[in-house]
């Protein structure tokens, strides 16, 4: 069975400063990961994703995150927050192209001024 | 396509009557999700549909839930005898199978009094 633990609840962080916000997964087989978000009162969007190949992918507005095998990590990256960042992320793992999705608990990112 | 639709936004209900929400997806999509979220917590899966089969329920999804999908285009998930257990935001979500990620609506808000 998949699951994911998101390593922080809540990570302040000053405007224009790096972010990194952790996840870990298990996965007794192949694993596809996702990063969602959820702006306040909207809906869960799609951030980006992992399938197969280059172990780095990247988002539109800038996040990026790496697939860690040996590490079973999949954390998410900015090198420099906005406000408008101001979110819950939610870390996702799925055991293969058809499976359901298993979300983590999130983690909300604090933009400090 | 204006995406997935959930409706209600907001029900608020006294605690054992039944209530019903209704969730249309994107119209290519042949799968349909139905998650719960609960405040600090990530969602839930509940139980997904492929077409008009419900091909699997979480242990979570108590013999007083239930969903349907009848022509394999919108869904509705009715909860008889509410708890206060119950309150939650329950999100619907859509994918194309073998597709990878899924575009979820707005949710539908559960209060039960």
């Known amino acids: 069975a998949q699951s994911v633990t998101q390593l922080d609840s809540q990570v302040p962080v000053f405007e224009e400063a790096p972010v990194e916000l952790r996840c870990n997964y298990s996965?007794?087989?192949?694993?596809?990961l996702f990063w969602y978000v959820q702006y306040p009162n909207q809906g869960l969007q799609l951030l980006l994703k992992?399938?197969?190949?280059?172990?780095l992918v990247e988002s539109i507005n800038g996040f990026e995150a790496e697939f860690n095998k040996s590490q079973t990590s999949f954390h998410l990256r900015k090198p420099s927050v906005h406000i408008s960042d101001t979110a819950e992320y939610f870390c996702?793992?799925?055991?293969?192209?058809?499976?359901?999705?298993?979300f983590g608990k999130g983690t909300r990112l604090h933009i400090l001024p | 396509d204006t995406g997935v639709s959930q409706d209600p936004r907001h029900k608020i209900t006294k605690r054992g009557q039944n209530v019903t929400f209704r969730c249309d997806p994107i119209?290519?999509?042949?799968?349909l999700y139905w998650y719960r979220q609960t405040l600090g917590q990530g969602p839930e899966f509940l139980t997904y549909?492929?077409?008009?089969?419900?091909?699997?329920k979480s242990r979570l999804l108590s013999d007083r839930f239930s969903a349907e999908r009848p022509k394999g285009s919108f869904s509705t998930l009715e909860i008889q005898r509410t708890e206060q257990g119950d309150s939650a935001m329950y999100l619907c979500?859509?994918?194309?199978?073998?597709?990878?990620?899924?575009?979820f609506g707005s949710g539908t808000r559960l209060t039960v009094v």
């Open positions: 119209s290519e999509h042949n799968r």
């Open positions: 996702a793992v799925s055991g293969n192209r058809d499976d359901k999705i298993i």
């Open positions: 549909f492929q077409n008009e089969a419900q091909l699997e």
């Open positions: 979500a859509s994918s194309l199978a073998g597709g990878y990620g899924y575009t």
């Open positions: 996965s007794s087989v192949s694993v596809y």
């Open positions: 992992y399938l197969s190949g280059s172990t």
